[in-house]
């Protein structure tokens, strides 16, 4: 056994280097709301890359992910199912988006939906339906970070303590440099975090079985159940492949429609940086193997962790691990966890643009509304900081409780870019029931009810009764400005 001194030495370089080049930007972007939330339009390809990839490498990667694998077996293949096709969207989505960005001045997806509909209510729903997407998923990024700084200071640092050390970081640089601080040090994070996914993915299976071949070997023989499809719920009961199925639906129609990610679209320099990005996101996933490798690495270990989101860390410690290496794994496992850097960032561009300027239309100057983006992060990090303290289970139930009410938003945004029948009123009624709909079955089932009478993911039941709302409502209402709308679509098409 360690104890711990020179991993938390690392890590906090590490945490230091971050915060130097999260500030370093500030000093390059322009002082308007643009280059504050969407980097003045000028991302390329490189920054695009890391940005979006960051949404797939957070903490529940390092953490959630190994103790899914860990627990449930092969449902931890979801994720790689999902991650492969949930930004093929973006690759149609995108450009079209883009286009009425550079045209109209767009930098959140809620401001271009009430736009195309001439509505304040759904610039205002569409906010309040991010902040419900968004809180847990930081949340989930805060946990993260609190439980790898107490285990590497062998508990001296609590939780809560580590969360609020790490994400005061994050909201110095970003509160500083806005996206572009948030953009380099995800080039920083990725890179780090690719590197040690790999080099303790092969090694610890080696270390422990002599090789991942041998590993499954081992596993096949002695827990044959976690290695066959799908795998097991969070109840330990097997889980159905109309759970596996429809959670890799919702996670699917949800994953380009995150508003932090859709807004990307509104930073590229030209369709084909978005269309490129898309293109290369799924390289990414290649390095979420050797995280799963991890996962069944832990199995047959004679110790449990005392927590499933801390196997990785576990067999760190036990495996008399070199110090440095558990460092640098640390470190790269907070890069992970600071990926909530674009999301809250996203969270509070979208509560003044969409809620304040668009649905409440207040009147702000562009130097006050970069500063009212600038002080609506703190009260999103307090929020997200109090779930993550007080969220007692596993952090893949808190990735899939965010993606329910995000993927009501998918309708809104098609619509948006391609009907020409859909009405403001009928999105918005589509996207208040979906949300309905989704929390009733999501917050019954975290009471103990669960009122679902199939066993399908709530937020497909959400998505089911949000198209059907919106196709009738549309039917039955009028377009307010037949041609301005296929103007809009026209900017749209290109």
């Given amino acids: 056994m360690v104890d711990g001194t020179l991993a938390l030495v690392v890590a906090g370089t590490y945490l230091a280097i971050c915060l130097a080049v999260g500030l370093w930007p500030s000093r390059r972007a322009s002082s308007s709301v643009a280059g504050y939330v969407a980097g003045d339009r000028g991302l390329g390809l490189w920054l695009m890359y890391f940005i979006t990839g960051a949404t797939i490498f957070s903490a529940f990667t390092f953490l959630g992910m190994p103790g899914l694998a860990y627990k449930q077996g092969a449902a931890s293949f979801y994720i790689l199912s999902y991650g492969v096709l949930g930004f093929v969207p973006f690759y149609f989505l995108g450009p079209r988006a883009a286009r009425l960005g550079r045209a109209h001045g767009f930098v959140t997806q809620g401001e271009m939906m009430a736009h195309r509909f001439r509505s304040r209510a759904l610039a205002g729903t569409a906010a309040l339906v991010a902040l419900i997407a968004f809180v847990p998923y930081v949340a989930l990024q805060v946990r993260g970070a609190g439980l790898i700084v107490d285990i590497v200071s062998q508990g ?123 293109v290369l996101y799924p390289t990414f996933l290649v390095f979420q193997v050797p995280i799963l490798l991890l996962g069944f690495a832990g199995v047959l270990h004679p110790h449990a962790p005392a927590d499933l989101n801390q196997v990785i860390l576990h067999l760190l410690f036990e495996a008399a691990v070199p110090e440095l290496v558990i460092g640098l794994f640390c470190a790269g496992g907070l890069a992970a966890a600071m990926g909530g850097d674009a999301i809250a960032h996203a969270a509070a561009s979208i509560v003044v643009r969409d809620g304040a300027v668009r649905a409440l239309e207040v009147e702000l100057s562009p130097q006050r509304e970069r500063r009212w983006i600038r002080i609506a992060l703190v009260p999103i990090f307090a929020a997200a900081y109090l779930v993550a303290i007080l969220w007692e289970e596993s952090l893949v139930w808190l990735l899939l409780f965010s993606y329910g009410p995000v993927t009501q938003l998918a309708p809104a945004v098609v619509a948006t870019l391609y009907s020409r029948r859909a009405t403001g009123t009928g999105v918005l009624s589509g996207l208040i029931v979906g949300i309905g709909v989704t929390l009733v079955f999501d917050l019954a089932a975290q009471l103990g009810h669960d009122l679902r009478p199939w066993l399908v993911h709530s937020g497909l039941y959400g998505l089911a009764a949000n198209l059907a709302t919106a196709v009738i409502v549309s039917a039955a209402t009028r377009r307010p400005d037949r041609e301005q709308d296929e103007e809009f679509l026209r900017t749209a098409r290109g």
């Fill in 156 to 278: 001296a640092i609590p939780p809560w303590a580590g969360a609020a050390v790490v994400y005061a970081i994050v909201l110095a640089y970003v509160m500083k440099s806005g996206l572009m601080g948030v953009g380099w040090t995800n080039v920083l994070q990725g890179v780090l975090m690719l590197a040690m996914a790999w080099a303790l993915g092969l090694y610890l299976p080696a270390h422990l079985y002599g090789g991942v071949g041998a590993m499954f070997d081992r596993l096949a023989s002695e827990r044959a159940e976690l290695l066959l499809a799908p795998g097991f719920g969070k109840n330990g009961e097997p889980w159905t492949w109309s759970e596996y199925s429809s959670a890799i639906l919702v996670s699917t129609v949800g994953f380009s429609c995150w508003p932090h990610l859709f807004m990307k679209a509104f930073t590229a320099k030209d369709d084909r940086t978005i269309r490129r990005s898309v």
